[in-house]
């Protein structure tokens, strides 16, 4: 129901920008948000976007480098990562949030040189 | 930011134990609190919203309790397919915030 693309290696500095597909569900009704998973460490949430586009919220150790949108037209969630670190090496989820009911497999995001 | 503790860490338990892992929130969270159960390569599972509500599809054995700052996941009686690594969640206030993970496995 919730397919990310997107993933890959980039050089730190870089950019990416992870798209999140929806289907099977009332995309446009779901406040939605991106949760990310560094190699054997534990969930750490990144960035919340309501159903409207109206409150956004994002985590410190992003803030100013992601920006979180969606298109409620193609049922789709994105996550434009720029300036990227190696810190940001994780894989990343995207899931229906705070409800926390639907979660994609997760794209693998690696920054390295 | 409200800082999500959990213990143990790890446990070590066999096919029919009672198991509970407890999450203790640095501040007020009310009911926001959910766990999540996760296995290596797949993403998170839901198992426990607001607290104390099961997730529609998962066994009864797990039950959620709790209200505050101090919250409990019980597992009544260990399968085979429950050993895997358990997170805390709450969604308050932002940012949200999980707790470190409990492993569970088999002893």
């Known amino acids: 129901q919730l397919l990310e693309s997107g993933g890959d290696l980039v050089q730190p500095g870089g950019s990416l920008r992870l798209s999140c597909a929806a289907s099977?569900?009332?995309?446009?009704?779901?406040?939605m948000g991106w949760v990310r998973q560094a190699p054997g460490k534990g969930l750490d949430w990144v960035s919340y976007?309501?159903?409207?586009?109206?409150?956004?919220h994002y985590a410190d150790s992003v803030r100013g480098r992601f920006t979180i949108s969606r298109n409620n037209a193609q049922n789709s969630l994105y996550l434009q990562m720029n300036n990227l670190r190696a810190e940001d090496t994780a894989v990343y989820y995207c899931?229906?949030?705070?409800?926390?009911?639907?979660w994609g497999k997760g794209a693998a995001v690696t920054v390295s040189s | 930011d409200i800082q999500m503790t959990q213990s143990p860490s790890s446990v070590s338990a066999s096919v029919g134990d009672r198991v509970t892992i407890s999450c203790r929130a640095s501040?007020?969270?009310?009911?926001?609190l959910a766990w999540y159960q996760q296995k290596p390569g797949e993403a998170p599972k839901i198992l426990i919203y607001?607290?104390?509500d099961l997730q529609s599809g998962v066994p009864s054995r797990f039950s959620g309790s709790g209200y505050g700052t101090d919250f409990t996941l019980t597992i009544s009686s260990l399968q085979p397919e429950d050993f895997a690594t358990y997170f805390c969640?709450?969604?308050?206030?932002?940012?949200?915030?999980f707790g470190q993970g409990t492993k569970l496995d088999i002893k």
């Open positions: 899931a229906r949030l705070p409800r926390g009911d639907i």
């Open positions: 099977g569900i009332p995309f446009n009704s779901y406040n």
């Open positions: 976007i309501d159903s409207s586009s109206t409150t956004i």
């Open positions: 607001a607290a104390s």
């Open positions: 501040q007020d969270i009310t009911r926001w």
């Open positions: 969640q709450q969604a308050s206030s932002f940012p949200y915030t």
